[in-house]
């Protein structure tokens, strides 16, 4: 999975409608037009995630989740952390991981049933 990178993409990702989201993470979604391979980006600002072993472990488990279900028409992805999303114990840190997750599957769901 490549490293979705440049000002103009993630602008392009940002105007568009979040494929999923709930409380603390927003996925967008937007199909590459020469295909390419699908790339993946970031948004999360200090505010949502005070420390960088957090923000860390979501980049972790973003590029683990879809580096094992990338779709089959190549698609820039962002990652959107907002809110207050930090946690203080491992049941804290388990429930943000199992929000996560489901919020990732909704949004493969929605882009297999976008597919050609």
Same mark, same amino acid.
């Given at each position: 999975? @490549?490293?979705?990178?440049?000002?103009?993409?993630?602008? @392009?990702?940002? /105007?568009?409608?979040?494929?999923?989201?709930? !409380?603390?993470?927003?996925?967008?979604?937007? =199909?590459? !037009?020469? =295909?390419?391979?699908?790339?993946?980006?970031?948004?999360?600002?200090?505010?949502?995630?005070?420390? @960088?072993?957090?923000?860390? /472990?979501?980049?972790?488990?973003?590029?683990?989740? &879809?580096?094992?279900?990338? =779709?089959?028409?190549?698609?820039?992805? $962002?990652?959107?952390?907002?809110?207050?999303?930090? &946690?203080?114990?491992?049941?804290?840190?388990?429930?943000?991981? /199992?929000?996560?997750?489901?919020?990732? !599957?909704?949004?493969? @769901?929605?882009?297999? $049933?976008?597919? =050609?």
């Amino acid at each position: 999975m @490549a490293r979705l990178s440049g000002e103009q993409a993630f602008s @392009a990702l940002m /105007r568009r409608r979040p494929l999923a989201s709930n !409380d603390w993470l927003m996925i967008y979604a937007l =199909p590459v !037009d020469p =295909p390419a391979d699908t790339a993946l980006g970031f948004v999360i600002p200090k505010k949502s995630l005070r420390r @960088a072993v957090q923000r860390n /472990r979501v980049r972790r488990w973003a590029r683990a989740y &879809w580096q094992g279900k990338s =779709p089959a028409t190549p698609h820039h992805l $962002l990652v959107r952390c907002r809110g207050k999303a930090a &946690w203080s114990s491992t049941q804290e840190r388990q429930a943000r991981y /199992r929000e996560f997750t489901q919020v990732c !599957d909704q949004a493969a @769901a929605v882009l297999a $049933l976008a597919q =050609p």
